[in-house]
Every structure is written in C-alpha cells, then in structure tokens.
C-alpha cells in the first residue's frame, strides 16, 4: 500500500497509540536510566512480564482460541484472558477473527494482514489503516458466543489491558521499590518490544525462510523468528497444520509455546492436544520436494527420467514402512507388559533398519536428480 493511501485511511486511535507508545517508552527508560542504575530485579520483571503476555497470546489467543489446537480449564483460560489483554493486541475475540480470516483468506484482498500488500502493511500498516470489515466476519467468532471468558474479555478489554498491562505491574515496581521502573519494565518497554515481536509473524514469517511443506501461500519457516516469538516461527508448517498444537513438530525444534501447552496437560490444566499424523506431515515433505525438483525431472532424458522415478517409488515404499513401524512401536509402548517389551526391543531394531532405507532411497533420489545429464 502506498503512503497517500495510508494518509487517506488513517485510523487515528491505533496510529496514535502505535506511534506514541515507542516514544513514551523511550523517554520513561532514558528517564529511569538518568535517575537510577539498571537492577536484576528489574530485568526479571520484564523477561517475567514478557514471557506472561507473549505465551498468553500465543498459547491462548493463537493456539488455544483462534485454532482450538486442545481444550483449557477456567483458571488456564483466565490467566491467558488477563494477561493476553495485557499484550494490547486487541480482545481475544477480535484478534481471532482477524487470525482465522487471515488462515481462510491468506494472501488475498480478504486477508487482513496480506504480505501482497506490502512488509510494513502486514507488519502494523493494517492495524493503521480503516479497514472494509467483512460481511461474514461474524460467522467467524460465532463459538466464541458460548465463552463466558471470551465475552467478558471482549466487553471489558480495555479496563483489563490497563489494569494488568499497566497498573499491574506499576504495582509490583512500587513493591519493589520503584513505581517507575516497574511501569517501564513490565508495562510500557515490555508492551512495545512484545507488539513489533507479534507482528514479525504477521510481516517476517511471510517474507524470509522456507516453505518445506507447502508453497501454495507465502508462510514461511524461519528458526530466527520461532526464537523470537516463542515458537511461532515455524509458520509454513503451521499454515499447512493450523489445528496442530505444536508449530516446531521435532523435539529440538525451538517452540515454548507447545512445551507449555504439554505441561499444562500433565498438570491437569488441558486436554484433547491435537497433533497432525506424522504420515500427513512427511507426504507433505516428500510431495513439497518432487514438485519442486518438477523442472529437473522433466529435462532429463528417458532413461535417466525411468531412473528417477524409478528411485522416488522406492522411497514412496520405503517412507510408508517406517511410518507403519512408528505406528506400531508407540502402541506397542503404550501396552508397558512383558511380552511387549521383548517385541519392543526387535522392533526398535526393524525401526532403525527402516529408517536407514527410507533415508537412503532418498539421498540416491536426490543425487541422480542432481547429477543426471540435462538435455539442452
Ligand atoms: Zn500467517
Ligand atoms: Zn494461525
């Protein structure tokens, strides 16, 4: 979108607050830093204060409400109420309807933050800007209309955003020993560091990174962003699996959000996680890879094509069989008896063997795909 554009659609109270908030929360810090010395207590009050605020809307208002990834109690979906409207990014209703538009609609004219319009537009450019709200948007957030927390949040919001994003923790500060210090490392500092780290998903994660699943959006994975924002950084795959409660699907895979969510399971706190069969996630993998090697296999000659392809149903196979055997092995384990513990033990074995194949067949895909002479 263009700057005249922005200046015919101005939306004045977001501007303002999108605007002013930055600056207030420079001169408060150079203020603090003028009159006292940086403590730890502080610095805790702020990471304490982000980590709240940031895995409440990525937990909560993200995972929990906008793609009913698992089920939450009353105190878990409270806390995420609370402290969510202390991020001031809208109520949870609002910002889900947007969310789900945006997974519905994406990359189009009827996505509310669409990356075709530009990074900074979908970055805050859209929140700025008078937007045309569409017909059906309420059919969006019609469950939500069953929530009690959800309705009483959106009714309240603002009192609650101050409250808890501003009082709360100007309380604490003064408890600590200094209003100020707590207003600006809870409140005010943490808010404007926690809006720009929300909006890289909207911006940065449909720009720079990867599309290992699915290039038919802009959603990208990038390891930098999931560190700065949580988890959320694994955004193509999550494009593709928006019900699946975890972004980053490996146990390496850097998403705090999905630990999070798992402990507040083994507390009692959650339920019903979904997660995506691996089954679907690697065919998504493998056919994401063929499509894109496309161009390859089709100048290649007849005979090396046969070769290839040849090659890509040994690994259909071989794929198939591993994810059989993993399917096995975690029922198997779920049984904890004696006789499945021996069974455990080959089948660990026929597991690794699988694998290697599985893995083998690939690598000889890609390196005669890579090397085949091409046909001019
Ligand atoms: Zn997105
Ligand atoms: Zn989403």
Same mark, same amino acid.
């Given at each position: 979108m263009k700057f005249k554009d922005y200046v015919k659609n101005l939306d004045p109270v977001p501007f303002v607050f999108l605007t002013i908030t930055p600056l207030a929360a420079a001169a408060l810090l150079s203020l603090y830093l003028y009159l006292y010395d940086l403590s730890w207590p502080f610095v805790l009050l702020f990471v304490a204060f982000y980590s709240a605020t940031a895995m409440s809307i990525t937990a909560g208002y993200h995972r929990l409400w906008s793609h009913k990834a698992y089920e939450a109690g009353p105190l878990l979906r409270l806390f995420y109420a609370l402290f969510g409207a202390a991020a001031f990014q809208?109520?949870?209703?609002k910002w889900s309807v947007d969310h789900r538009l945006h997974h519905r609609h994406v990359?189009?004219? +009827?996505?509310?933050?669409?990356i075709n319009k530009? +990074?900074?537009?979908?970055?805050?450019g859209w929140m700025i800007? !008078?937007?045309e709200i569409p017909d059906?948007? !309420?059919a969006y957030g019609r469950d939500f209309e069953k929530d009690k927390i959800v309705m009483w949040q959106d009714k309240h919001y603002v009192a609650i955003a101050i409250a808890m994003g501003f009082c709360l923790p100007t309380l604490i500060g003064f408890v600590m020993g200094n209003a100020l210090g707590g207003l600006v490392f809870g409140g005010l500092l943490r808010m404007v560091a926690l809006h720009h780290g929300t909006f890289l998903i909207n911006s940065a994660c449909h720009f720079w990174g990867a599309q290992p699943y699915t290039n038919k959006n802009t959603a990208r994975d990038n390891i930098v962003l999931a560190f700065l924002t949580?988890?959320?950084g694994y955004h193509n795959f999550h494009h593709l699996f928006a019900t699946d409660y975890r972004n980053g699907i490996r146990w390496y895979h850097w998403d705090p959000t999905k630990w999070l969510i798992k402990m507040s399971n083994w507390l009692g706190l959650s339920q019903n996680l979904k997660r995506t069969p691996e089954i679907k996630i690697q065919t998504a993998r493998w056919t994401r890879e063929q499509s894109r090697f496309q161009q390859s296999l089709e100048k290649l000659n007849h005979s090396w094509q046969?070769?290839?392809r040849e090659l890509q149903t040994k690994v259909d196979t071989a794929q198939a069989r591993f994810l059989e055997l993993k399917q096995e092995y975690k029922k198997l384990k779920a049984q904890k008896t004696e006789a499945s513990r021996r069974k455990l033990i080959e089948l660990r074995m026929e597991l690794k063997i699988a694998k290697q194949e599985w893995k083998s067949y690939l690598y000889?895909?890609?390196l005669v795909l890579s090397q085949a002479p091409q046909m001019a």
């Amino acid at each position: 979108m263009k700057f005249k554009d922005y200046v015919k659609n101005l939306d004045p109270v977001p501007f303002v607050f999108l605007t002013i908030t930055p600056l207030a929360a420079a001169a408060l810090l150079s203020l603090y830093l003028y009159l006292y010395d940086l403590s730890w207590p502080f610095v805790l009050l702020f990471v304490a204060f982000y980590s709240a605020t940031a895995m409440s809307i990525t937990a909560g208002y993200h995972r929990l409400w906008s793609h009913k990834a698992y089920e939450a109690g009353p105190l878990l979906r409270l806390f995420y109420a609370l402290f969510g409207a202390a991020a001031f990014q809208n109520s949870i209703y609002k910002w889900s309807v947007d969310h789900r538009l945006h997974h519905r609609h994406v990359d189009t004219d +009827l996505d509310p933050y669409s990356i075709n319009k530009g +990074l900074f537009y979908a970055h805050m450019g859209w929140m700025i800007s !008078k937007q045309e709200i569409p017909d059906n948007a !309420k059919a969006y957030g019609r469950d939500f209309e069953k929530d009690k927390i959800v309705m009483w949040q959106d009714k309240h919001y603002v009192a609650i955003a101050i409250a808890m994003g501003f009082c709360l923790p100007t309380l604490i500060g003064f408890v600590m020993g200094n209003a100020l210090g707590g207003l600006v490392f809870g409140g005010l500092l943490r808010m404007v560091a926690l809006h720009h780290g929300t909006f890289l998903i909207n911006s940065a994660c449909h720009f720079w990174g990867a599309q290992p699943y699915t290039n038919k959006n802009t959603a990208r994975d990038n390891i930098v962003l999931a560190f700065l924002t949580f988890g959320e950084g694994y955004h193509n795959f999550h494009h593709l699996f928006a019900t699946d409660y975890r972004n980053g699907i490996r146990w390496y895979h850097w998403d705090p959000t999905k630990w999070l969510i798992k402990m507040s399971n083994w507390l009692g706190l959650s339920q019903n996680l979904k997660r995506t069969p691996e089954i679907k996630i690697q065919t998504a993998r493998w056919t994401r890879e063929q499509s894109r090697f496309q161009q390859s296999l089709e100048k290649l000659n007849h005979s090396w094509q046969l070769r290839v392809r040849e090659l890509q149903t040994k690994v259909d196979t071989a794929q198939a069989r591993f994810l059989e055997l993993k399917q096995e092995y975690k029922k198997l384990k779920a049984q904890k008896t004696e006789a499945s513990r021996r069974k455990l033990i080959e089948l660990r074995m026929e597991l690794k063997i699988a694998k290697q194949e599985w893995k083998s067949y690939l690598y000889q895909w890609r390196l005669v795909l890579s090397q085949a002479p091409q046909m001019a």
